[in-house]
T-cell receptor, first 111, second 113 residues
Framework: GIQVEQSPPDLILQEGANSTLRCNFSDSVNNLQWFHQNPWGQLINLFYIPSGTKQNGRLSATTVATERYSLLYISSSQTTDSGVYFCAVAMFSGGYNKLIFGAGTRLAVHP | DGGITQSPKYLFRKEGQNVTLSCEQN?????MYWYRQDPGQGLRLIYYSQIVNDFQKGDIAEGYSVSREKKESFPLTVTSAQKNPTAFYLC????????????FGSGTRLTVV
């Protein structure tokens, strides 16, 4: 099946630093999404980005579908950015669009 | 406010017991999902349901059971056949047929004691 690999697995930043998270996937996919899981476990969708670039405040994401990777940029990081960032790709299987998650990048932002 | 409610937030299970995790949504979504999250791993799909009275096994369904008697509700039972049930369980919903617009609950942390 399709493989989703995220790097780095762990990241520690000082507040104000910038970072880039990477997601590689092994096959053509219907779409790609980035999620943030806060320290209390709540998962929130950040971007739906099958291709191209999107920006939302200090976050932006770029997906190059032909090269099978996506990048999530975090600028001027804040302590509230801490948590786990997942990318997930969709593939059509068994009659529905199945989301396959990577193992995540655990981010800790220190003041 | 529309959303997904999971309960309880924390649950402790003795060896050999069945326990049921609750998931309720008021988003009028057709599809609902149960995921398991282990430390350092991504979310793995346990079961999903696209319509009432129908559900399908995901990637790790062994030792789990579900029901979908109402559109709003998708409870998950962790049976005694699940040998390693300690994990964080997340419920999600979406409009049927799409992989976009998932809404997740806040999770239930299950621990075997």
């Amino acid at each position: 099946g399709i493989q989703v690999e995220q790097s780095p697995p762990d990241l520690i930043l000082q507040e104000g630093a910038n970072s880039t998270l990477r997601c590689n996937f092994s096959d053509s996919v219907n779409n790609l999404q980035w999620f943030h899981q806060n320290p209390w476990g709540q998962l929130i969708n950040l971007f739906y980005i099958p291709s191209g670039t999107k920006q939302n405040g200090r976050l932006s994401a770029t997906t190059v579908a032909t090269e099978r990777y996506s990048l999530l940029y975090i600028s001027s990081s804040q302590t509230t950015d801490s948590g786990v960032y997942f990318c997930a790709v969709a593939m059509f299987s068994g009659g529905y669009n199945k989301l396959i998650f990577g193992a995540g990048t655990r981010l800790a932002v220190h003041p | 406010d529309g959303g997904i409610t999971q309960s309880p937030k924390y649950l402790f299970r003795k060896e050999g017991q069945n326990v049921t995790l609750s998931c309720e949504q008021n988003l009028n979504h057709d599809a609902m999902y149960w995921y398991r999250q282990d430390p350092g791993q991504g979310l793995r799909l346990i079961y999903y349901s696209q319509i009432v009275n129908d559900f399908q096994k995901g990637d790790i369904a062994e030792g789990y059971s579900v029901s979908r008697e109402k559109k709003e509700s998708f409870p998950l039972t962790v049976t005694s056949a699940q040998k390693n049930p300690t994990a964080f369980y997340l419920c999600a919903s979406s409009q049927s047929g799409t992989a976009y617009g998932y809404t997740f609950g806040s999770g239930t942390r299950l621990t075997v004691v």
